[in-house]
């Protein structure tokens, strides 16, 4: 009898366990920004409200050439994850500005191929972004500086002056910043 009690403890133990760390996707990105299942969170965003945010993103922490860099889809995990919880994808108004070492993310499908040999794993991810209404932004300065042609911009992306140009009007506009750097 002890021992049906310990593994029924067990296995209840184990299922609380899976259910803990239950992953995600969607409801705004299907493909991108899978999000662990928090029960009853302590702490959440309105539902009604609408949030600005801008996302400041200066480092790849990607491992090689070719890899999503996962600051960008933590921008996919930010949607899903509050729209998982109620706020709708109109409520939350989301702009991303690219400098720095992640600015080859930016460079279009053929001429990322050409320059590294290898897919753009960000391509799909941005184009998502920007089909939900996320701006995409490159800092010019940082493009340039790279060696980047205009020409081979990803179309799903703007080109701003600077990313300080970007930082500066969104936040004068009531964004909130999130800085990966």
């Known amino acids: 009898m002890k021992r049906i009690i310990a593994l029924l403890f067990l296995l209840s133990f184990s299922s609380i366990n899976a ?31 609408v949030y600005k945010v801008i996302f400041d993103i200066y480092t790849d922490p990607s491992k090689k050439e070719g890899q999503i860099n996962p600051l960008l889809n933590t921008v996919a995990r930010y949607l899903n994850m ?44 941005m184009s998502a972004l920007n089909n939900v209404g996320v701006e995409i932004f490159v800092c010019g300065q940082s493009y340039l500086a790279s060696g980047f042609e205009l020409e081979d911009k990803s179309s799903d992306v703007k080109l701003a002056l600077s990313a300080l140009t970007a930082l500066v009007k969104f936040q004068s506009e009531g964004y909130e910043l999130i800085s990966f750097n």
């Open 82 to 125: 509050h729209a998982q919880h109620g706020v709708s994808a109109e409520n939350m108004k989301t702009v991303i500005i690219l400098h720095g070492a992640p600015t080859k993310s930016t460079l279009n499908a053929t001429a990322y191929k050409k320059k590294y040999s290898t897919e753009n794993s960000n391509t799909e991810l």
């Open 19 to 49: 259910q803990e760390t239950a992953t995600k996707m969607g409801p705004i990105l299907e493909d991108f920004g899978q999000v662990f299942q928090i029960e009853n969170p302590e702490l959440l965003l309105d539902k009604d409200k």
